[in-house]
């Protein structure tokens, strides 16, 4: 590999609490030296002047949809979405066809990432076999496969015994149980949050407490195995404050939140727009109010895009039936710059700080961190690039966000995996 030498950026890497002007040079594929003034020697020079470079942005939860539903996505589409979207990693959740509850789709999912990825995938194991909530999957044989977290995400884990049996497997191997945190019962046929929205479109609403009565459930059961829980994509003030309160008690306890929940709420939906229809789905302004909050007091440890492609023939159905999700891959870092760092919500340590280590950290990757001898995974950002979201320069294969047309202050422009630059959006200006 050829030495890249990234010179003039704003470095911000807050494992490290680095927040300076200084050169970072890579070599064969690690970070060989960050300082004031690296001599760049034979090394290859990257001018980054006025940019940020940062530890490379990991998502740690993205639907890929191969093996089984390539129509929608693959890992060759989706970790190119990744690239162009400033992330150097994500991790995939099982909800395959078939679902990855078994050593032998583990191992797929990583050989189509060596042939075909642009960075690198880090699969999520089931919990349960065949996603179905009655017998444990082999998790041991799937983590040493390459898994990274288990969860039945697409599927709460219904079952409270067995919620406790894989909080206590998998706290042998000290890996987390993501949970999707939903009462089924409760939501019944739900499809928007339940509210004034909900009556006003005349569809069946999906109440907050369906999430709230998992997600303390869900904390007990760790508070009483030990084991580490993350409940994903939370989306309820009174789900963040259940965390708040786990966290204060030494409870194992860590969540996620999207972009799309604490950026929209229900109202859009209003006009029936199934590309705004999402699982949670968008809740109240006094839900997205406390996401922010979470973000701003660290009780919420990662940000996640939850990427869910489905075709666009899917979408464009009725309201009722239309499936749940939005790509986020390639919308996410500008929507984060421009409503939290812009927004005077959060600063950009923090922002940084939710893409890079409190992703790693939670996942037990030895990644999200810049210091000699890392691997050379880097992000760099324009805080001031002007970015219209335009679907149709998308290189996911799905385009459903409704985000279309946004115009947003700040993105990534170069992604860096292993030494090698994947994307250079400077290159296409």
């Known amino acids: 590999m050829k030495k890249l030498l990234l010179r003039g950026g704003r470095v911000v890497d807050p494992a490290s609490d680095t927040d300076a002007k200084l050169d970072v040079l890579i070599d064969d594929g690690k970070i060989a030296e960050i300082g004031g003034r690296v001599d760049a020697g034979d090394a290859e020079a990257l001018d980054v002047s006025g940019l940020v470079v940062c530890p490379g942005f990991i998502d740690m939860h993205v639907h890929l949809r191969e093996p089984g539903q390539e129509w929608k996505e693959t890992v060759a589409t989706g970790t190119k979405a990744a690239a162009v979207g400033g992330f150097t990693g994500v991790a995939c959740m099982p909800n395959t066809v078939p679902v990855n509850d078994s050593r032998s789709v583990t191992e797929l999912i990583l050989r189509q990432t060596r042939l075909h990825g642009s960075v690198p995938v880090y699969p999520i194991g089931c919990v349960t076999k065949g996603q179905e909530g009655k017998q444990l999957a082999e998790m041991h044989d799937m ?16 079952s409270s015994l067995m919620m406790r049996m894989a909080l206590e497997y998998s706290k042998i191997f000290d890996i987390p149980v993501i949970d999707h945190c939903e009462d089924s019962a409760l939501v019944d046929g739900g499809v928007i949050h339940e509210g004034d929205v909900s009556t006003r479109l005349g569809l069946r609403g999906w109440p907050g407490v369906a999430e709230d009565i998992m997600v303390q459930r869900d904390l007990l059961l760790a508070e009483y195995t030990g084991g580490h829980v993350h409940i994903a994509h939370i989306s309820t003030a009174a789900a963040v404050e259940f965390v708040r309160q786990a966290k204060r008690k030494g409870i ?66 009725e309201f009722s039936v239309a499936p749940f999700g939005i790509v986020g891959l390639e919308t996410a870092v500008p929507l984060c710059l421009d409503r939290l760092v812009h927004g005077d919500k959060i600063d950009l340590r923090r922002m940084v700080e939710l893409f890079t280590v409190g992703p790693a950290d939670i996942l037990r990757l030895d990644k999200g961190r810049l210091a000699k001898g890392a691997d050379a995974d880097v992000t760099v950002l324009d805080l001031e690039r002007q970015v219209e979201i335009d679907v149709d320069e998308f290189e996911s294969k799905s385009s459903n966000t409704p985000f279309k047309n946004w115009e947003l202050r700040g993105s990534a422009v170069v992604t860096i995996v292993a030494g090698n630059v994947v994307h250079d959006a400077r290159s296409q200006a």
């Not at 199934?274 to 109010?289: H, I, V, W, Y």
């Open 252 to 317: 194992r306890a860590t969540c996620e939140v999207t972009p799309h929940h604490f950026v929209l709420t229900d109202e859009a939906v209003a006009e029936y727009d199934t590309d705004a229809k999402m699982n949670p789905p968008l809740r109240s302004e006094k839900d997205r109010a406390a996401m922010i909050e979470g973000l701003v007091d660290g009780t919420i440890d990662a940000i996640a895009t939850d990427h869910a492609p489905h075709h666009c023939d899917e979408k464009c159905v």
């Open 143 to 158: 983590l040493n496969a390459g898994a990274c977290a288990f969860s039945d995400d697409g599927k709460p884990i219904t």
